[in-house]
């Protein structure tokens, strides 16, 4: 698939000093670039109020993307550590 980002998620990233953190993210993408659907990807879960946004669980953190069935583009737009209010703006 083809993968593009959101401004927001360089900046999320650019905000964590967890280097295993980063170097789950770097192996979920390459992942992400070689698979064919979603499905073939692990620990994915769509958002509850957006039919298009799924997050994928890396260990304490969240990459939040957008994807639409039967696209090959990956809109990867934030990478966020879990927490009470990680997924707010998205509800």
């Known amino acids: 698939m083809k993968i593009e980002h959101a401004e ?4 999320s990233v650019k905000k964590i000093k967890d ?3 980063l170097k789950r993210l ?3 993408i ?9 499905k073939e990807i692990s620990n994915v879960i769509p958002m509850v109020n957006n039919p298009f946004l799924y997050r994928i669980r890396t260990g304490d953190y ?8 039967g696209s090959i ?3 990867l737009i934030e990478y966020l550590k ?10």
Do not use: P
């Not at 390459?30 to 979603?38: G, H, Y």
């Open 8 to 11: 927001s998620f360089d900046k």
């Open 19 to 21: 280097v295993i953190a």
């Open 26 to 28: 770097k192996v979920l």
């Open 30 to 38: 390459v992942k992400l670039k070689e698979a064919t659907s979603l």
């Open 62 to 69: 969240r990459l939040v993307v957008e994807y639409r069935d």
């Open 73 to 75: 583009t990956i809109l």
């Open 82 to 91: 879990r927490n009470e209010s990680t997924y707010r703006k998205y509800k």
